[in-house]
């Protein structure tokens, strides 16, 4: 049923705005770039419309395609509005969110979050699924158009997939995921490109913060097998902190034999943002949202906290007996 109405949905309206979360990660950034090639092919009037500015590693991937930062109190006029990768208004942050509930333009969620949020008049949220890629992919088989699926549509989709499994390591991948891999190598684009230009693409200040973190900032507390990073501005600020530059750096406390929680928490403007990932059984996402205002997958979350980075240590420790 919801085939139908998507596939005429998408058939009528030729202006389509892709939307995606604040903090755009991989997954993110290669599903808007995955829809907005389909739309190119479709001959739709598309504009990819992000809720900040991508990390830098992100750009050459939006370099073909029409995106912009959005700009408050302008008029989007389009007739589908797309929210990929992201389950909740909020996520796209106060300002966009309000533009999101607001917008006429008929709304469509392809996800992979648990909890989704009804706000759209189409939900396609698939929580097993590892990534949102993964859920354009199968929506565009269930429409019947994996066959519009070319090279660049590909980069998008593999980015995606690489990006939030850890390079096909999670829980998470299925033997579909391989199934789709194998799919899209057959497009002919290059996948060693695309890990090169995620994981071979540092700085050598954001080779040296990370050093500075695992070697100064790293705290454990062997009986939980939990361990935390805290980075403050000026530690940041030190090593001439770029966006994207703590990305991942979490999941290094997941390699140390016997942690199975790793919590970063980096201080910003108004307070503190935390990052969670944990393995196998022990979940974060239900911790997160209780104590931290997030939410997230159940072995990759997030959270924020308006208080000193002194203050938001002190009561992350002391709940740590909670997770
Ligand atoms: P990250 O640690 O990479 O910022 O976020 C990991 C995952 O946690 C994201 O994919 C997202 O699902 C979730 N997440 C991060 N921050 C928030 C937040 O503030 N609210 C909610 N609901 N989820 C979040
Ligand atoms: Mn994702």
Request: aromatic share 12%; hydrophobic share 40%.
């Amino acid at each position: 049923m919801i085939n139908n109405t998507l596939a005429s949905l998408l058939e009528q309206h030729d202006k389509w705005l892709i939307t995606t979360h604040k903090g755009p990660d991989g997954d993110a950034i290669g599903s808007v770039v995955a829809w907005a090639e389909y739309a190119r092919q479709n001959n739709k009037e598309y504009l990819i419309l992000l809720a900040d500015q991508p990390p830098s590693f992100l750009l050459p991937f939006l370099s073909d395609y029409h995106w912009e930062v959005y700009v408050p109190n302008t008029d989007y006029i389009y007739e589908l509005i797309f929210a990929l990768d992201y389950n909740a208004p909020q996520r796209v942050g106060e300002q966009m969110s309000n533009f999101i509930e607001h917008t006429s333009g008929v709304k469509i969620m392809i996800d992979h979050h648990p909890d989704p949020i009804n706000f759209c008049q189409i939900m396609i949220s698939d929580v097993d699924a590892c990534s949102t890629t993964e859920v354009i992919y199968k929506t565009l088989d269930s429409l019947d158009k994996l066959g519009k699926i070319n090279e660049a549509m590909a980069k998008g989709l593999y980015l995606g997939l690489v990006t939030d499994t850890g390079s096909f390591r999670y829980s998470s991948v299925s033997a579909f995921t391989h199934q789709m891999v194998a799919k899209l190598f057959l497009t002919g684009f290059k996948h060693e490109l695309i890990h090169q230009a995620v994981f071979d693409n540092n700085s050598i200040s954001r080779l040296q913060l990370r050093g500075f973190a695992l070697s100064q900032k790293l705290k454990l507390f062997p009986q939980y097998g939990i361990g935390l990073i805290s980075l403050s501005r000026g530690e940041l600020q030190q090593f001439d902190y770029q966006k994207g530059d703590t990305e991942g750096l979490v999941n290094e406390i997941l390699s140390i034999k016997g942690y199975t929680i790793g919590i970063f928490l980096m201080e910003i403007e108004d307070g503190v943002k935390l990052s969670f990932r944990s393995k196998g059984e022990r979940y974060v996402n239900e911790f997160a949202k209780i104590y931290f205002n997030g939410g997230g997958h159940k072995n990759a979350a997030g959270g924020f906290y308006a208080d000193s980075l002194s203050s938001v240590l002190t009561r992350l420790e002391g709940l740590l007996n909670k997770l």
